[in-house]
């Protein structure tokens, strides 16, 4: 599997994992097209455009809160 789709196909993933159903759709459905040729594979370059979790969202407050 080219670099590219790797990366597609782990964005898919990840956000369907996160429940970010329409943002994995979107990946689902850009890959389909960069798979049949419609569209240049941007995959890698999605993967690093990514965000990045914030601190503050990563940290667990705990019980407390």
């Known amino acids: 599997m080219c670099p590219d789709c790797e990366a597609r196909r782990k964005l898919a ?3 369907f994992l ?3 159903i329409k943002e994995a759709v979107g990946h689902i459905a ?3 097209v960069e798979a049949v040729g419609l569209k240049k594979k941007t995959g890698v370059v999605d993967a690093r455009e990514k965000p990045r979790p914030k601190r503050a969202d990563t940290k667990d407050s705990g019980a407390a809160g």
Do not use: F, L
């Open 13 to 15: 993933r990840d956000a």
């Open 18 to 20: 996160n429940a970010k």
């Open 30 to 32: 850009k890959g389909a």
